[in-house]
């Protein structure tokens, strides 16, 4: 009888360490959007627009650890000294980012958009959910500035992962003068429990112990990503959107990021819009938003 107690035992914890290490898996090697159909998907939506007819340069910028990041550099219309780097989502690419291209171009901003490590043209890796993504970000600022200045105006837009990433560089105070941080996590946790307790329907303890088998096997805890916390002395501001109806990244998590700002910051909501689709929601008042928050925090 003890010897069945035990072997019983022995596989209950065998399994979970087994389903443990697949939803580690299943974050940190993700099946990733490819850069075609992320191209697809941005003409259905009606953003590719006339990219391919603008003046646009390949990049590949070498990140803190030599990994190589590859990246567009698109102009604006008219010479000027106003630039934005814009990160994509989770499994995205920087096909998803046209949708804000052609907004910060009307504005004036020369624009970067890369793919983040793992993502769309890069070399497969892990990904860390902002772990070494934010330090990629930084080494993307540095290189900017490098190229084109000291004395520029420097701000990121950032959506769903590539706000997350975004909020978690900021706790290097990096020289950007603005960020427009779209469906971000505050806590990635958080974010996990709600999809894998809600969607596939497991008890909230497995993402704990898939926390535990990440940082065993990958190197990093999803209870140490907290962008949140990168906000206690932050003086960048910060202009926070969100799709009311996003089921994958609540809204709370940017009116909790909303509320623990000290700096300037503003919250808004897009009823009806799920998660990435503020602007597809109402792409006219997400412009006007945008461009209304750059005329209040810009000196110039």
Request: glycine share 8%.
């Amino acid at each position: 009888m003890v010897k069945v107690i035990v072997i019983a035992i022995l596989l209950i914890l065998a399994i979970l360490a087994v389903v443990s290490c697949l939803l580690a898996a299943y974050v940190a090697r993700p099946r990733y959007t490819s850069l075609e159909k992320a191209r697809k998907i941005a003409e259905d939506a009606g953003f590719w627009r006339d990219y391919d007819k603008l003046e646009k340069e390949d990049l590949e910028i070498e990140s803190y650890d030599g990994y190589r990041l590859k990246a567009f550099y698109v102009p604006a219309p008219q010479i000027s000294d106003r630039y934005v780097i814009i990160s994509h989502g989770y499994t995205y690419n920087r096909h998803g980012s046209l949708r804000y291209l052609h907004m910060f171009r009307s504005f004036g901003y020369n624009c970067l958009i890369y793919d983040n490590r793992g993502h769309g043209a890069n070399p497969r890796t892990k990904c860390t959910m902002g772990v070494r993504e934010s330090k990629d970000l930084l080494r993307v600022i540095d290189w900017v500035h490098e190229r084109f200045g000291e004395d520029i105006i420097l701000g990121l837009h950032g959506e769903s992962m590539g706000s997350a990433l975004q909020i978690m560089a900021l706790k290097e105070k990096p020289r950007v003068q603005f960020v427009v941080n779209d469906c971000g996590y505050a806590d990635l946790m958080g974010v996990l429990t709600h999809n894998i307790g809600g969607s596939l329907h497991l008890p909230k303890c497995f993402c704990y112990l898939a926390s535990a088998a990440c940082r065993v096997v990958y190197g990093y805890s999803f209870t140490g990503v907290r962008p949140i916390d990168s906000l206690k002395d932050n003086a960048i501001p910060i202009c926070f959107m969100h799709g009311a109806a996003d089921d994958f990244i609540p809204c709370s998590h940017s009116e909790r990021m909303h509320q623990a700002m000290t700096a300037y910051s503003e919250l808004h909501l897009f009823p009806g819009a799920a998660h990435g689709l503020s602007i597809d929601s109402d792409e006219e008042g997400y412009c006007r938003i945008v461009r209304e928050f750059l005329d209040k925090v810009l000196d110039r």
